[in-house]
């Protein structure tokens, strides 16, 4: 059994920061590919950003390219998603995901394990 436990949303005015974690235990699932999902009321859930292994592929939506960013560091099981400038319409939950073939895709269909979700706010 593999549990994602995401943490770091909260409520933020427009053009601040969060930085979200993902925690990773249970059993190991080999070279992962990473990413960040997030889904807004009434809509449904969205590529945010992927990461590779290596950490060396990072791919991201239009939406959020140039001021979020993704990382993760191995040895702690961890993956990392920096929100910079902030928008409203950025209001949503924010989920990780495991994709245990390593395939950097962002098709959520494609992910094998997801977290439970923390919400991010962000107000005008």
């Known amino acids: 059994q593999v549990q994602m436990v995401e943490s770091g949303g909260g409520l933020v005015q427009a053009g601040g920061s969060l930085r979200l974690s993902c925690a990773a235990s249970?059993?190991?699932?080999?070279?992962?590919?990473m990413a960040w999902f997030r889904q807004a009321p009434g809509k449904e859930r969205e590529f945010v950003g992927g990461?590779?292994?290596?950490?060396?592929?990072?791919f991201y939506s239009d939406s959020v390219k140039g001021r979020f960013t993704i990382s993760r560091d191995n040895a702690k099981n961890t993956v990392y998603l920096q929100m910079n400038s902030l928008k409203p319409e950025d209001t949503a939950i924010y989920y990780c995901a495991a994709e245990v073939h390593g395939r950097t895709t962002v098709e959520r269909g494609q992910y094998d394990y997801w977290g439970q979700g923390t919400q991010v706010t962000v107000s005008s």
């Open positions: 990461i590779s292994w290596s950490g060396v592929r990072r």
């Open positions: 249970g059993r190991t699932f080999g070279r992962p590919v």
